[in-house]
């Protein structure tokens, strides 16, 4: 089984069919999610099946991540450890999928759906298409994107201010304790603190050294900003009107 293997059977390349593809599938599936949540809630039994298969898709997604590595002999805690980003927003969206609890809801709407979204647009995989790395990788951040999605949409709560900022300091903990502990401890570069990354994203804009890091903090409470208030402008309305 190539597809599983090691080798790289074929380079990604940004933007090919497959990665249209992926974007044009992620972009159906989020839309669709925003416009008829408030529906999917009135269907008690729809919305558990949703539910359930995003859930399911996650956790099989990081668990077969993790078998991928140990097979082929290339894991290591610099790369397999859960502590970038999207791999930290999974497992908290896995935990609030399972238990409805809207403080958890809260915090994976803000740090969940803009790293998947451009992790989808400017993925950092060397895996190209057909290979097992690239379904997974697709298939983990789209799920994603859409379990914090429906989470919102299909739960009646509504977003303080302070519930935005309390999340974005719970985000600003979180990186200390990785940037000043866990990348050192392990010589990693996760949530790209120590450097970074390779591939040609949107974190190359910000520059080197202190304003590296002062431009980073900057982008992710604008962010969450923007987060917060296309939640109280507009799912909230898209929610009422349904």
Same mark, same amino acid.
């Given at each position: 089984?190539?597809?599983?293997?090691?080798? %790289?059977?074929?380079?990604?390349?940004?933007?090919?069919? $497959?990665?249209?593809?992926?974007?044009?599938?992620?972009?159906?599936?989020?839309?669709?999610?925003?416009?008829?949540?408030?529906?999917?809630?009135?269907?008690? &039994?729809?919305?558990?099946?949703? %539910?359930?298969?995003?859930? /399911?898709?996650?956790?099989?997604?990081? @668990?077969? #991540?993790?078998?991928?590595?140990?097979?082929?002999?290339?894991?290591?805690? %610099?790369?397999?450890?859960?502590?970038?980003?999207?791999?930290?927003?999974?497992?908290?969206?896995?935990?609030?999928?399972?238990?409805?609890?809207?403080?958890?809801?809260?915090?994976?709407?803000?740090?969940?759906? /803009?790293?998947?979204? =451009?992790?989808?647009?400017?993925?950092?995989?060397?895996?190209?298409?057909?290979?097992? %790395?690239?379904?997974?990788?697709?298939?983990?951040?789209?799920?994603?994107?859409?379990?914090?999605?429906?989470?919102?949409?299909?739960?009646?709560?509504?977003?303080?201010?302070?519930?935005?900022?309390?999340?974005?300091? #719970? @985000? @600003?903990?979180?990186?200390?304790?990785?940037?000043?502990?866990?990348?050192?401890?392990?010589?990693?570069?996760? =949530?790209?603190?120590? &450097?970074?990354?390779?591939?040609?994203?949107?974190?190359?804009? =910000?520059?080197?050294?202190?304003? $590296?890091?002062?431009?980073?903090?900057? /982008?992710?409470?604008? /962010?969450?900003?923007?987060? $917060?208030?296309?939640?109280?402008?507009?799912?909230?309305?898209?929610?009422?009107?349904?």
């Amino acid at each position: 089984m190539k597809w599983f293997g090691s080798e %790289r059977l074929a380079p990604f390349n940004a933007f090919e069919w $497959y990665h249209i593809i992926m974007v044009l599938v992620y972009v159906f599936g989020f839309i669709s999610l925003l416009i008829y949540g408030s529906k999917i809630t009135k269907k008690k &039994r729809l919305s558990n099946i949703i %539910r359930w298969v995003l859930f /399911v898709i996650l956790v099989c997604s990081e @668990l077969s #991540y993790q078998a991928w590595g140990s097979l082929n002999n290339s894991w290591n805690v %610099r790369e397999y450890l859960p502590f970038q980003l999207c791999s930290i927003a999974g497992i908290l969206t896995m935990i609030a999928l399972f238990t409805k609890k809207h403080n958890l809801i809260q915090i994976v709407f803000f740090i969940g759906v /803009v790293p998947s979204f =451009l992790a989808v647009i400017t993925p950092e995989l060397y895996y190209g298409f057909p290979h097992f %790395r690239f379904w997974q990788f697709f298939i983990h951040h789209i799920a994603l994107s859409w379990a914090c999605i429906f989470l919102i949409v299909t739960t009646p709560l509504t977003i303080s201010f302070k519930d935005m900022f309390q999340s974005y300091l #719970y @985000l @600003l903990g979180y990186a200390a304790l990785v940037g000043f502990v866990i990348n050192p401890l392990f010589k990693a570069n996760f =949530l790209f603190l120590a &450097r970074i990354p390779s591939a040609n994203t949107p974190l190359s804009l =910000l520059g080197d050294g202190i304003w $590296y890091y002062i431009n980073l903090c900057s /982008v992710g409470f604008i /962010v969450f900003i923007a987060l $917060y208030y296309i939640h109280k402008v507009f799912i909230m309305k898209v929610q009422s009107f349904n």
